[in-house]
């Protein structure tokens, strides 16, 4: 971690880097309200280390957009607690992490071992900002090239939690991902967010959509579709009134409220 503020004023709008500091921006912001969802002060403390212009970033509507992120943050931690309270001794891969700061939100038991990775471009810049311990190490590595993997122990149950990644990559190299994972490790969960194959058709900026949980299963027996959810369908949870009456709208839509939903499967 380096002292004092940390430099990210190169990072181009739309780039890949640009795409965390959004996710952190959305998480500071919504961490700021007195009914946080998801009560990400790690990441308000993260932006105010950076030096970028996130004034820009208003563009963005926070005010609305804010749940997007929070909800979904919210049901992979609620996903990813659940798993680590009956595993308390997992190995965590927390894939395309970016500036995430999950590690150090979800109450970790003491014997979890915890792996961030991102692109090597983004783990120098997360270097600047988080420090490693003993049982907190990132990994610059894609996450597509084969080789990190054999740097993580494999005896013990594997937690994996990939948020905003999967749909950046090729149906086959989820489908890679996925074998390699399934065949290091004996047992664990894996959790992620998709979108449908008309909407990676749809926003170029995508190149994967999942049909349903049971493709998976199809291309890869050894992982059990547990459950999904829709980031909408925890409307619910919105403390402010008018934009939950705008997702609680959404969520009566099926082609909306089945837009970004959450995975959850077993191996
Ligand atoms: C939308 S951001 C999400 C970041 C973080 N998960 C969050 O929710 O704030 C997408 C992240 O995926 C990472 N990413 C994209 N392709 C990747 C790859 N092939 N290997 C590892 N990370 C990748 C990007 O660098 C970026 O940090």
Redesign the pocket.
């Known amino acids: 971690m380096t002292e004092g503020k940390v430099d990210f004023t190169g990072v181009k709008w739309g780039s890949?880097e640009w795409?965390?500091l959004c996710?952190?921006y959305l998480r500071a912001y919504e961490s700021r309200s007195n009914h946080s969802i998801l009560g990400d002060h790690a990441a308000a403390e993260a932006m105010d280390r950076i030096d970028y212009d996130f004034d820009r970033m208003k563009s963005l509507r926070p005010s609305s957009n804010q749940f997007l992120v929070a909800l979904r943050a919210k049901q992979l931690d609620v996903w990813a607690t659940d798993f680590l309270a009956r595993h308390p001794d997992a190995i965590v891969l927390h894939?395309?992490?970016?500036?995430?700061s999950r590690a150090f939100r979800l109450d970790l038991p003491a014997g979890v071992d915890w792996f961030d990775?991102?692109?090597p471009t983004?783990v120098e810049l997360r270097r600047q900002v988080y420090s490693e311990h003993d049982r907190y190490q990132m990994i610059g590595s894609?996450?597509?090239d084969p080789e990190w993997l054999d740097r993580i122990p494999a005896d013990r149950p594997v937690l994996v939690v990939a948020?905003?990644?999967l749909p950046?990559?090729t149906e086959n190299e989820v489908r890679q991902l996925l074998q390699r994972l399934t065949d290091r490790f004996p047992t664990g969960e894996l959790m992620f967010d998709g979108i449908p194959p008309w909407g990676a058709k749809v926003m170029k900026i995508f190149r994967w959509g999942i049909r349903d949980g049971h493709q998976l299963e199809q291309w890869n027996p050894r992982l059990r579709f547990l459950e999904k959810a829709s980031i909408f369908s925890h409307f619910a949870e919105i403390p402010a009134r008018g934009i939950r009456a705008v997702y609680r709208l959404t969520n009566a839509i099926p082609a909306c409220r089945n837009f970004s939903r959450m995975y959850r499967f077993g191996f």
Not at 95 to 100: Q, R, V
């Open positions: 890949v795409t965390m996710t952190l894939l395309g992490c970016g500036l995430d990775v991102d692109v983004v894609s996450v597509t948020e905003g990644l950046y990559l």
